[in-house]
């Protein structure tokens, strides 16, 4: 027995009728950590979510929960909780009935899980707006009263699909700290599905890269966004450059792109190129280029270097890198 509350997917295979939508995944997720399924629509992340949390069963494989094989599991005997898109509250109850609500199905009396509510509304700093219902709440604090009705059955492992998804820009950036600090204070796992390459950098300790219901590439952040294996995640992950070479498809940053106006001795790291347009973003100021091999690349300067020396389209450069700076892709 794993004393440690470790995910493990092994195996894990989802089908609708004829169609694959999670195409046997091995995943270990390490008990205490945040992990996002990070992918385009449809790449399989949902299922894998609703697979873990029992909402979903799994056509083959098996999912083990700190050594216990819960695959086959009912929901609420998994010691996992979800917390949904748009937090899906009801709306004709308060904050407290609202958090409350799965220790009533479990037929816990109402004193009771009145208590263990507002104890958990008071740990999201909400206890004072309990009787407040859904809509008398802000988008944040209808997210923490969501947490709350997540955390009060004393899930292992915390699933959230989506859920900064239904904010505003501003908002987003607010709860997705929010959350990220209660994952840390609770030292709870959290798996979070999401779309966005950003939200999974920012949150994620491991991230997974999922696409067509495979796993593509899974590490740290900082791992996957520093080495892609592959032409996939270069691309989904953003802020490369996928160029042919004499080594075959290469990653390279665009900001560990250089641009020269002499050219450069003809070799592996040196493409020659023309400027199409130029775009101030503030910090720095990002350049489309169009060369023979690579119809269309990028190359990011700081808004200073671009300043001492502006490029115009039309101007014919000569872009280059360090030879370490170029990750092979898997074919
Ligand atoms: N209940 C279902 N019946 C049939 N096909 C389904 C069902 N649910 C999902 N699918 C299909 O399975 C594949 C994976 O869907 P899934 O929802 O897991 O992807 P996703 O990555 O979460 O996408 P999104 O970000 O759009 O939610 C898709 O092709 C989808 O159309």
């Keep these: 027995m794993n004393p440690r509350t470790d995910l493990e997917l092994v ?8 169609a694959v939508a999670v195409a046997g995944i091995d995943l270990k997720i390490a008990a205490g950590s945040y992990c996002c399924l990070l992918g385009p629509s449809g790449c399989g992340k949902t299922s894998t979510l609703r697979m873990i949390a029992g909402h ?11 050594g216990r094989n819960i695959t086959n599991l009912p929901a609420s005997e998994r010691g996992t909780a979800m917390m949904f898109q748009s937090y899906a509250l009801f709306p004709h109850l308060s904050a407290l009935d609202n958090v409350a609500f799965s220790l009533k199905m479990r037929g816990v009396d109402k004193a009771a899980r009145q208590k263990k509510a507002a104890d958990l509304l008071e740990r999201v700093s909400l206890g004072h707006l309990a009787h407040r219902k859904p809509a008398e709440l ?6 923490r009263v969501a947490l709350a009705r997540a ?7 915390l699933l959230l699909d989506e859920p900064l998804s239904a904010l505003d820009p501003f908002l987003r950036i607010k709860m997705r700290a929010e959350l990220k600090g209660w994952q840390t204070s ?15 950098m920012a949150l994620a300790d491991q991230v997974v890269v999922m696409s067509q219901g495979r796993i593509e ?8 966004f520093n080495a892609p294996r592959s032409e996939f995640v270069a691309r989904f992950m953003g802020g490369h450059n996928v160029i042919p070479s004499s080594r075959g498809l290469v990653a390279v940053r665009a900001d ?10 003809a070799g592996d790291t040196v493409l020659p190129a023309t400027v199409r347009a130029t775009e101030y973003q503030g910090t720095y100021v990002l350049l489309t280029l169009h060369s023979a091999a690579v119809d269309e690349f990028n190359v990011v300067l700081p808004e200073a270097a671009f300043e001492a020396q502006p490029w115009q389209p039309g101007d014919s450069a000569c872009a280059h890198w360090d030879a370490a700076d170029m990750h092979p892709l898997a074919a």
């Design 217 to 224: 590439q899974d590490g740290s952040p900082h791992s996957v």
């Design 256 to 265: 560990k792109t250089r641009l020269s106006r002499d050219p450069l001795p």
């Design 56 to 66: 979903e069963l799994a056509s083959e494989g098996d999912i083990v929960l700190g």
């Design 138 to 143: 802000s988008g944040g604090q209808q997210q």
């Design 11 to 18: 195996h894990l295979v989802k089908r609708y009728g004829d």
């Design 151 to 157: 955390l009060i059955t004393e899930p292992k492992v």
């Design 186 to 200: 609770l030292g709870m796992t959290f798996i979070h599905v999401t779309h966005s390459q950003e939200e999974a």
